[in-house]
């Protein structure tokens, strides 16, 4: 499949990025993932992506969450765009 989304970070982002990727080196091959599924289909029209779609979440927040392994990301769409929010790491503590 051809790319048909176009991938932007935002400041936010691209500081969460800065800081996991010196700390994990696994995160910018989970990112680069990531980017390329979202580029391909964010809205996950083909059911083969874990991606979910948030509810009570203000514009702006990331109303879509893609989970790879122990890697969070959330990101809103905007027509052909899609503008990556958040990058975080699931701790085992997060739920409890």
Not at 69 to 96: K, M, N, P, S
Request: include cysteine; proline fraction near 4%.
């Amino acid at each position: 499949m051809t790319p048909s989304f176009r991938v932007t970070l935002t400041t936010h982002f691209k500081r969460l990025f800065g800081k996991m990727a010196e700390r994990n080196p696994d995160f910018v091959g989970a990112c680069n993932q990531a980017v390329a599924m979202l580029e391909v289909d964010p809205h996950n029209v083909s059911r083969s992506y874990p991606i979910r779609k948030l509810v009570n979440v203000r514009a702006g927040e990331g109303h879509y969450r893609l989970r790879l392994g122990r890697w969070r990301f959330r990101y809103d769409i905007v027509g052909q765009e899609v503008i990556l929010q958040y990058c975080g790491l699931r701790r085992e503590g997060t739920y409890d």
